[in-house]
């Protein structure tokens, strides 16, 4: 893998990872232009996703510090008999809200592995996703604003963008756009919205991470892959930072249809290229 290459993958995985794109269709899009396979794409990976999770605690890390704090309290709570109080507590709710969805999630790739594996063999799944993205992203903008938050959420509310963030595994179908959607259609306010896609991205990164390392254990990387491999983590951390930035202001400000307009016109070309190039 050269220098360009880990930039370049770098870059995709930063700001895609975040802003409604799939970061995954993007990825497995430049691994074909790219030619990158076998050991170097899964060392790779597991080091992007490390990245981006660096970007995730560097934009909320007081959310995940007060998150974990309530963890312990809520154990104690719990052992000493006085129950959850989710009424009473929003960031304790948050955090149950949190784990709820990541569990849904969880469910649905252990099921689906084998079959989500395979999507990866083709660009024709990625194409069928991000026709789905961008649909997904149009009809969210025509949906009414919700104002609620915390407060008003319930457990139906997070087992629903659960199951957005577990179909968003399917390469070309990104997972922020798909758990945003998730959150606007059930009315949850823009921006709470957007706070808890990217809350939730955390676990879900994480758990994406460990499970992949396990194949990384078995993987040998090439001495002189090392500098390029580690540049490529640290400029998806950074532009993952940028574009959890960009998508916060995009979501109270501007449309989501722009985004539409790009994946489509992405899948377009990549048809045109496995139609007619390839």
Known sequence: MTYLEA??????????????VSSSGHLTILQTLFNISGDKVIIFTVLLHVGTLISVMFMYWRDLLELIVELFVTIKDLVTGKGLKLNEKPVRKLGIMILVTTLVTAVIGLLFEDLFVSFYASLVPVIIGLVITGTLLWVSESIE?????????NFRNAIYIGVMQGIAIIPGISRSGATLVGGLTTKLDRAFAVKYAFLISFPAILGSAVLEMG???????AVGSVGPIVLGMM?????GIF??????????????KYF????WTISILLTIYLLFIK
């Open 7 to 20: 930039i370049v993958l770098g870059l995709i995985q930063g700001l895609t990872e975040f802003l409604p």
């Open 145 to 153: 604003t919700g104002k609620r938050d915390i407060k008003q959420m």
């Open 215 to 221: 194949n990384m254990m078995d993987s040998s990387i």
């Open 235 to 239: 400029i998806a951390a950074i532009s």
């Open 243 to 256: 574009a959890i930035k960009a998508m916060i202001a995009i979501v109270s400000k501007y449309s989501l």
């Open 260 to 263: 539409s307009i790009y994946v």
